[in-house]
């Protein structure tokens, strides 16, 4: 890939980045994340030969009949709270990774009960640090432009040491279940769709809303007021790639049975089916 260089050049590189690797390590995962670290560990292969399933909060997880979750292993992110006070739906692992979920849901998150949540350490001082709340080292490269790491996925060996961001909290959760020794992974509600409201504010990244969220199962999720990032489906796409070759390589599979939407990446498999065995 970098062949044009020459081979002097790309060796000078590779130098240069193995000799700062620890700088870049600080860069991409921040200070508190080198200094707090994870405490995964009781994780490790725990639910070995077990299957779950990865909640997306697209709209078509409105299609869904969670109740047949009741007694399997699930993880779910940032606003399925809403859907929880819906349904009494609750995940096994609540998840999340965007400063701006975290920012402007602090109360709802602390108050929501289910057995284990995972926050990244930056975050410490918003959530309360209970029995069941355990926060995991976040390498935050992928969205650094100053990183060599820049929008490109990566997969954690280990959780415990760390965690790779790769423009959704989904790749999260991938990681978090292979570590956790998870045999078969099955998404929904991944629409993988997302349109951008005429009235909403646009500053860089960042997206302001004015009015109801269409992009999401509940229209509160990113509602009025509230902030979110341009998703960039491409790079999600490609994380999406690196996730399955990922996964298959350690002997995972990885299924969506999602409801419709525009994910194409893993092999469709019908959600109600998986419950007739």
Request: glycine share 8%; with cysteine.
């Amino acid at each position: 890939m970098l062949s044009f260089l020459g081979d002097t050049n790309v060796s000078k590189i590779k130098a240069l980045v193995n000799e700062h690797k620890l700088l870049y390590r600080l860069h991409d995962i921040g200070w508190r994340g080198f200094i707090n670290r994870s405490g995964l560990r009781e994780f490790k292969n725990k639910y070995k030969g077990e299957r779950v399933f990865i909640v997306g909060n697209g709209p078509s997880l409105n299609k869904h009949d969670l109740s047949l979750l009741n007694g399997e292993y699930s993880f779910a992110v940032n606003g399925i709270f809403y859907k929880t006070r819906e349904v009494g739906y609750k995940p096994t692992f609540y998840v999340v990774e965007d400063r701006h979920v975290a920012g402007d849901n602090v109360d709802d998150i602390n108050a929501y009960d289910v057995d284990y949540k995972f926050f990244p350490c930056d975050y410490k001082s918003m959530f309360k640090r209970n029995k069941n709340t355990f926060f995991y080292t976040m390498d935050k490269g992928y969205y650094h432009k100053s990183s060599p790491f820049f929008s490109m996925p990566r997969f954690s060996c280990d959780a415990n040491d760390v965690l790779y961001c790769g423009q959704s909290v989904t790749m999260i959760n991938i990681q978090l279940a292979a570590y956790m020794g998870f045999s078969e992974v099955y998404l929904i509600g991944m629409d993988h769709n997302y349109v951008l409201p005429d009235d909403a504010d646009v500053n860089g990244e960042e997206i302001t809303s004015n009015s109801d969220d269409p992009n999401h199962f509940h229209p509160d999720y990113f509602g009025k007021g509230k902030k979110w990032h341009d998703p960039h489906l491409d790079r999600v796409e490609r994380s999406y790639q690196y996730m399955k070759t990922s996964l298959e390589a350690r002997g995972i599979k990885v299924f969506n049975a999602t409801h419709g939407g525009k994910l194409e990446v893993f092999e469709r498999i019908d959600y109600r089916g998986l419950f007739n065995r």
